[in-house]
């Protein structure tokens, strides 16, 4: 129900006159407030704090405690009131939520105390407005983890049942649950940095003969070089294909990210044993050793940050692209400003722009390295605004990318995105329930024959109290402007579900247009009308005098079968 | 004798510049050209004022509401729009949220002019209980004339068939997609056909006022209908 703007309804059922002269049928008859009450104050004394708030706003709510009647269990006769012996602060809240329809979480609450407090007031915490949900479901969040992390240090035994495979992953992915992962981990890593550091080695000038130049040490120790690096390569193949076995889905493990760099850091092993010494492909081949050095990427299972820094990276992408397309930007606009300012002087090293793209791009990073520098004034004075913009251009988008870094480094540790992409469509699901609850009341009511005019025709007070029950004067007036908008167009307000039966079906057959008639005709159509279930459904009822007693006849049946 | 040439060309390139630059500061000193579009906006909050209404007596002189009836309207007009006035978004949501299946944005748009009877955008407490003053508890007379001039999109004093059919189009959008019968096409046409019928005495394509009061007047159905909302407040 529109209880947010219920203050509005009397507003918006007089503007129906306006449909009123349109209209070819008559119109159904008003719902009549039978205890016309004058609006009154009453007291809620919450923990000895008393707010004060007219009856009417509390009843916008009929689902909650306060808009029901089960506040009359917490009506204390002495005083005239009702008393809760909740928390004041959080109540303020609550009452809020009547008042402007819209519910709000404080900061400084803590999640687990005013979850209860919504809980005991029968307030559902969807409704939150988007102002305080992100807030809300990241403190549910962190409550949530801090639970589960509660849970995990307790059950981290072993499960009993695990196959030998499930037993393999989880030793590789968390290597401190049995001291075979550990040593297993710790060997690895020793591995790793081994290989590195071969290669690294492998370069440096050992010590000359006296007859030749300084050789690399791999040229020199050509076999021990060649035996560390096959011993390494033996160690991660033999890891890879662990993994491989162990991996509960193997076709993402080989998408992953992971094994990917493994297979990059040990092909160029194999490759360089298929091919033979040949001058040709010699060149191909020291291209392949390069990307020996992706080895050293596999320390990123080994540590936490790392990961998390790629993350980052990952995810700044957008701050990344911008801070380069800038730089682009200006190293194009003062290459070309230095090119044509140091074009007069003689032995210019500007010989063309792209020739002082060096130039630009070392002086905005504020390297200097001075092997290109302007002669000219013009030059100089270009020079000098370059370098004093280069500063600012990168200066600008780095505290982006570190507040970034460091935000994702607090939220990301545990959570992923995508779980929190899925409690948003639940939640946007079940807020769309909620709102869909009110059209779905009007539809659920008419099927079941609440209308009121039965009301006037007799007049037996406990049928006036059982359905006065079940819907508030408010939703009944609002049913009743609804219905005139049905009369006025001719056309009935039906579930999603019933219109698509009925415009397939439309579809198949030629379908005969029905005149209005208000013969008893209606009593056999209006079962059509509504959806075919096992209920009994009700006639729309006439308004018009002579057929009163139909209606009569037909809702008194459904009395007993009234819904509670 | 070139390298000369050149550094002048040089120096004559940073002239150009600085001139450049100057200029464009000049220009937006004197308010020419603006850098930032927040400037436009800016001005629109100054504007934004907050409305008092008339004293309780002197609306209660003007309209047929009690002081109690009156206070209650005022509570709730206030709690929606805590500035005083409504504006057509603020309208059109608030009426929105009673029909949840359809779109009430354009009926809701011919509502809003109704109301706004000064023509100024926004609709204020007094627009808003003259109307329902009118709707509650005026005569059949002055319920008709509101209603006509709720048809009368542009206020010339005749219906159009293309003013009534832009009405009744607004109308059958309020009832949404998930109807029964479903709803066609020419559904709109049709009912603006039928009402022509009725109304227009002389068959001149325009329905004026005198000849809507006659056929409402004659109509038992509207008559009635009328009278349906006499209690709500």
């Not at chain 1, 982006?400 to 480094?409: E, G, H, L, M």
Request: proline share 4%; glycine share 4%.
């Amino acid at each position: 129900m529109a209880a947010g703007v219920a203050a509005w309804l009397p507003f918006a059922r007089a503007a129906a006159i306006g449909w009123m002269p349109v209209a070819n049928l008559p119109m159904p008859v008003a719902p009549t407030e039978k205890n016309k009450r004058q609006d009154e104050l009453i007291i809620l004394n919450v923990s000895g704090r008393r707010f004060q708030t007219w009856r009417n706003t509390l009843d916008r709510y009929p689902d909650t405690l306060l808009g029901s009647s089960e506040k009359e269990f917490f009506y204390n006769e002495e005083t005239k009131e009702y008393f809760f012996d909740r928390d004041p602060d959080v109540f303020r809240s609550v009452l809020n939520f009547y008042r402007t329809g819209k519910l709000h979480y404080p900061r400084y609450e803590c999640i687990s105390s005013y979850d209860e407090e919504l809980a005991f007031f029968g307030i559902l915490p969807e409704i939150i407005g988007d102002c305080c949900y992100e807030e809300y479901k990241d403190r549910k969040r962190e409550n949530a983890e801090r639970l589960m992390d509660d849970q995990e240090d307790n059950k981290d035994a072993k499960l009993p049942n695990m196959t030998f495979r499930e037993t393999m992953w989880r030793a590789f992915e968390n290597p401190h649950t049995s001291t075979m992962a550990l040593v297993f981990y710790y060997v690895t890593g020793f591995f790793i940095a081994v290989s590195v550091i071969t290669n690294v080695v492998e370069t440096v000038p050992c010590g000359s003969s006296p007859n030749m130049k300084e050789v690399p040490c791999g040229e020199r120790y050509t076999v021990a070089f060649f035996c560390m690096d096959t011993a390494c390569v033996m160690i991660f193949t033999v890891e890879y294909l662990m993994r491989l076995f162990a991996a509960p889905s193997r076709y993402r493990f080989m998408r992953s990210v992971m094994s990917i760099i493994d297979v990059v850091a040990i092909l160029p092993y194999y490759i360089g044993l298929v091919m033979t010494d040949n001058e040709d492909v010699s060149g191909a081949f020291v291209t392949l050793r390069v990307f020996r050095v992706f080895r050293i990427f596999k320390f990123s299972r080994h540590s936490q940050g790392l990961r998390i820094l790629g993350y980052t990276l990952k995810s700044c992408a957008s701050e990344l692209g911008f801070l380069l397309f800038s730089l682009t930007m200006a190293i194009i606009i003062f290459a070309t400003v230095m090119f044509y300012a140091e074009k007069g002087s003689s032995s210019s090293k500007f010989t063309s722009i792209p020739a002082s793209f060096w130039y630009t791009i070392v002086t905005m990073t504020t390297l200097g390295y001075g092997d290109m520098v302007p002669k000219t004034i013009a030059g100089k004075i270009f020079g000098s605004i370059c370098s004093l913009s280069g500063v600012l251009v990168i200066a600008l988008p780095v505290p982006v990318i570190v507040s970034n870094f460091s935000r994702i480094y607090h939220q990301n540790q545990r959570a992923d995105k995508r779980r929190a992409q899925k409690v948003q469509k639940a939640r946007l699901a079940r807020i769309r329930i909620s709102k869909t609850g009110s059209s779905n009341a009007f539809l659920h009511s008419k099927r079941n024959g609440l209308f009121n005019e039965a009301l006037e025709f007799t007049s037996s007070t406990e049928e006036e109290q059982r359905l006065n029950k079940s819907t508030s004067l408010l939703e009944s007036q609002h049913h009743h402007l609804l219905h005139c908008l049905e009369k006025t167009t001719n056309h009935e307000f039906v579930d999603e579900q019933y219109y698509q039966q009925s415009y397939l079906d439309a579809g198949l057959q030629n379908y005969p247009s029905r005149s209005p008639s208000l013969s008893s005709q209606d009593g056999v159509t209006g079962t059509c009308c509504t959806r075919r279930s096992k209920k009994h459904h009700s006639p729309l009822p006439n308004a018009s005098a002579p057929a009163h007693l139909q209606p009569l006849k037909h809702t008194h049946t459904h009395q007993q079968a009234a819904p509670v | 004798m070139l390298s000369a040439i050149w550094e002048t060309e040089g120096l004559q390139t940073v002239g150009i510049v600085v001139l450049v630059f100057a200029s464009i500061k000049l220009l937006h000193l004197l308010g020419l050209i603006s850098f930032s579009e927040d400037s436009v906006e800016d001005e629109l909050e100054l504007s934004a004022v907050r409305h008092r209404p008339e004293g309780l007596e002197q609306l209660e002189a003007q309209t047929r509401f009690s002081r109690k009836e009156l206070q209650i309207l005022y509570r709730g007009f206030k709690n929606e729009c805590p500035s005083g006035v409504v504006n057509e978004e603020t309208f059109k949501d608030i009426y929105a949220q009673f029909f949840p299946q359809g779109d009430a944005s354009t009926y809701a748009h011919f509502l809003f002019n109704a109301f706004d009877t000064d023509h100024n955008g926004s609709v204020s407490f007094e627009d808003f209980v003259m109307g329902l003053s009118i709707l509650l508890r005026g005569t059949i007379q002055e319920k008709l004339n509101w209603a006509f001039n709720l048809y009368d999109i542009n206020k010339d004093g005749y219906i159009t068939k293309e003013e009534m059919l832009d009405i009744m189009k607004a109308i059958y959008d309020m009832m949404g997609k998930c109807t029964y019968p479903v709803l066609k096409e020419e559904t709109p046409r049709q009912h603006v056909e039928v009402f022509f019928q009725k109304m227009d005495k002389n068959k001149d394509g325009v329905v004026t006022i005198d000849e809507f009061i006659d056929c409402c007047q004659n109509d038992e159905n509207i008559m009635r209908s009328m009278h349906l909302f006499e209690n709500v407040l």
